[in-house]
Every structure is written in structure tokens, then in C-alpha cells.
């Protein structure tokens, strides 16, 4: 069968999209940042939480109407192609290998670092665990979109839950007078605040990699993002509520803020809770990357910008499997070497964070010219270009790693011409 006549299969519902985006945009965060904010500008760190997460309705309502009106698995390379030519295409499917391959690693060891904290498990052990947590990720994905799917609303379930259960349990030591002053460092730490928030709201691209596969991609997928976009800041306002409330950021074992505010509640098994959760919360956000990462890269090589290897599906569950064979020990590479080397995870995190605002900046460009200028769209999608320049502004030297890869594609594109 030739590539081009390889069609993905429809069977994703609202729900699951829902699911799988939560999954995607819900990452460790939860853990860490409604500290960090707190530390930065005191209670009025939930302005800042609440403007990021107005701030993040634009952008993924663009890429949902970018979805909707053009449903292609290769999501933001297909519409950088559509726009600005087959140039654009390459060089956008060539950043997207800076993410995943690294990120997904990195996403893993942070989840198996919450539970080896709590069973003091060795260096290599939690390796192990991160290496259990991909191989999972990538047979589910393997064996089809339907069960990929279905796992991913049990995920997301189970972390909504035990989230909600963790607000309530700290809700009775909320006292009000944690909340003032309200801006005790002044407003401009708000602004800074926020530059830090923009890693808890990156994701929303990898629903549109799946756009392919929605059994009504032009009714399921804004639903799919509106149901994300609600539960989403709604689990992010009520854990920075409850951690200004109970002030459980102050102190010198701030980063264990969340395992304090649940032990308030549930004693000892606070650590039990929150080492569980690490593991779920990070587990969702890689079943969700490898899903859109494995249809990008078939997506590129169906469109002759990779390997012409990887664009075949698998002929009973109809998914990229080669690109997840692939993946598998390029992950125990990573893994490997993170072991032999001791990455620190803080500085590994902002390489693949770099090339998602890159890749945003080139999504936003490409609605504007894409969709029509009558309705919303262009508005949002210039709120969002804007927003994602002044972000990628604060990320320093490591924002010339989106331009390498750039460059390795140009020439990539110019060699195969």
C-alpha cells in the first residue's frame, strides 16, 4: 500500500479527547508551581494563575479551529505547510524531534523521583520505574487509539479525583488571613509569575495531531478543549487557593507543600497520596505525547519530509507502530545517560519547553493567515503569537536550540530538493 493512501482511523470521541489533552496540559506542575508563584508574588499569584489561564483560551481555541477546519495528524508542521510552504512544513517537523524523545524521559523520571522519594528507592531503581512508566505509554499507544483512549479517561479520572480529594482535605486549615496583604512584593512579581505558569498550560498542541482520528473532528475536538480548558483551571486555582491558604509554600520544606496540606487531612497517608499521584500525573502526560509524536513523525514521512519507513501503520491496530519502536531505546538512551551522567531534570526541562513556545509562535502565525478574517479566530490567534513572543523572550541562551533544529531541517528540506 502506498503512504499517501494510509488513513488513520476515526474512533476518538469528545471524552477521550478531553482526556487526552488533560493529560497532555496536566503535567508535574501540580507539583511545583503553585509554590514557585506563591514564593514569587505572595496571594496575588492567583491573578496570576487566573490571567494565564484566561490567556490560555486564545491559544487553544486557535489550534482547535486550526484543528477542526484542517484535521491532519501532522497538526502544527501541516499548518505551518499550508501557509507557508513546504519549507515551513520540514523545518516545523524537525522541531517537533526535539521534544518528545527528550521530554518524554524527563517526564518520567519526575514521576518515578515522587515515588522513589517516598520508598527511598536507588538512582537506578527510579530509572527503572521511569523506563516501566515509557514502555506502558508506548504499548498502550501501540495497541490501538481506541484502548490508548480508554486508559487515558481512567488516567485523567483517577487524577481529578485524587486532586479534588487533596483541595478538600486541606480546605479546613484555609484561613483567610493568609490572604493579606494581597501583594506583599508589589504587582510587577504578578508578570514573572506568569512567565512561570506558561509551562503548566503547554500541550494543547498534541490534540490536534490526533485530529485525524475524531470520529466529528469538527464538533468533538472544540468540546475536547472546552471541557479541558474548565477542569484544567479549575484543579490549578483551587491548588494555589488551598497552598496560599494554608500558607504551606513558607518554610524551608516548601517543595513538599502538597504532601503537607493532604497530611492536615489524611495523616501519614499523605506521602502515600502524593506519591501515587506524582506517578499517574506524569504517566498521563506521556500517554498523551507519545500518541501525538508517533502521528506527526508518520504524518512527515507520509508527507516525504522523513523516512518513508515510518509511514505505515500497523495493520491490525492502525497506529504508527514503527515510530513507537523507534522511540523505545531512544528513551532507554536518554535514561541511560541521565543514570550515568545525573542530569540535573531542572535544566534538561527547558530544552523540549523551549521548542513548544517555538512551535506555538508558528501555529499562531499560521492561523492568522489560515483562518477567516471574519469571527475570532485571527483575534485570538494574534493574543496568543503575542503572548508566546514575550515568553520566549525570558528563555535565554537555550532559545537558540529551536534555531539549530530549525537550521538542520532547512538543510534537510534543501538537500532532498
Not at 486557535?62 to 484535521?71: D, I, N, R
Not at 495523616?267 to 506521556?286: D, K, S
Not at 496568543?384 to 533544529?405: A, D, H, K, N, Q
Amino acid at each position: 500500500m502506498k503512504a499517501e493512501e494510509i488513513k488513520l482511523k476515526p474512533t476518538i470521541s469528545w471524552l477521550q479527547g478531553a482526556a487526552m489533552t488533560i493529560g497532555a496540559v496536566l503535567g508535574s506542575g501540580v507539583f511545583v508551581l503553585p509554590v514557585a508563584a506563591a514564593l514569587l508574588a505572595g496571594p496575588a499569584s492567583l491573578v496570576s494563575w487566573l490571567l494565564m489561564g484566561l490567556l490560555a483560551i486564545p491559544l487553544a481555541m486557535t489550534l482547535g479551529s486550526l484543528a477542526s477546519a484542517y484535521p491532519d495528524a501532522g497538526g502544527i508542521a501541516a499548518y505551518a505547510r499550508r501557509a507557508f510552504g513546504p519549507a515551513a512544513g520540514t523545518i516545523t517537523g524537525w522541531l517537533f524531534l526535539g521534544t518528545v524523545p527528550i521530554g518524554g524521559p524527563i517526564t518520567a523520571l519526575i514521576g518515578a523521583n515522587y515515588l522513589g522519594s517516598f520508598l527511598s528507592l536507588t538512582p537506578l531503581e527510579i530509572n527503572l520505574l521511569a523506563a516501566i512508566m515509557l514502555f506502558l505509554a508506548l504499548f498502550f499507544n501501540y495497541r490501538g487509539i481506541e484502548l490508548s483512549g480508554a486508559v487515558q479517561v481512567g488516567v485523567i479520572a483517577t487524577i481529578a479525583l485524587i486532586l479534588s480529594a487533596a483541595v478538600l482535605a486541606a480546605l479546613p486549615q484555609v484561613d483567610l488571613k493568609s490572604f493579606t496583604p494581597l501583594a506583599p512584593q508589589g504587582w510587577w512579581p504578578v508578570g514573572v509569575a506568569m512567565t512561570r505558569l506558561f509551562w503548566a498550560f503547554v500541550g494543547w498542541e498534541m490534540i490536534v495531531h490526533l485530529a485525524e482520528e475524531f470520529k466529528n473532528p469538527g464538533r468533538d475536538i472544540p468540546i475536547s478543549l472546552g471541557v479541558s480548558i474548565g477542569i484544567i483551571n479549575l484543579l490549578y486555582l483551587s491548588l494555589a487557593f488551598v497552598t496560599i491558604g494554608t500558607q504551606a509554600y513558607l518554610g524551608p520544606d516548601s517543595t513538599a507543600a502538597l504532601v503537607k496540606m493532604v497530611a492536615g487531612g489524611w495523616g501519614p497517608w499523605a506521602g502515600v497520596v502524593t506519591a501515587v499521584l506524582g506517578v499517574i500525573v506524569c504517566y498521563g502526560t506521556i500517554h498523551t505525547y507519545v500518541a501525538g509524536f508517533s502521528r506527526l513523525v508518520y504524518a512527515q514521512a507520509r508527507q516525504g519530509d522523513f523516512p518513508v519507513f515510518f509511514a505505515k501503520l500497523h495493520p491490525r491496530f492502525q497506529v504508527p507502530h514503527r515510530v513507537m519502536l523507534v522511540l523505545f531505546p531512544i528513551f532507554v538512551i536518554v535514561l541511560a545517560l541521565n543514570y550515568w551522567l545525573q542530569f540535573d531534570i531542572g535544566f534538561l526541562m527547558q530544552w523540549p519547553s523551549t521548542i513548544f513556545i517555538a512551535l506555538y509562535i508558528i501555529g499562531m502565525g499560521a492561523a492568522f493567515k489560515l483562518l477567516p478574517a471574519k469571527g475570532y479566530g485571527r483575534w485570538y490567534a494574534i493574543i496568543s503569537l503575542v503572548m508566546c513572543l514575550g515568553v520566549y523572550l525570558f528563555t535565554g541562551w537555550v532559545g537558540l536550540y529551536p534555531l539549530v533544529l530549525g537550521l538542520i531541517g532547512w538543510f534537510s528540506y534543501r538537500r532532498d530538493k
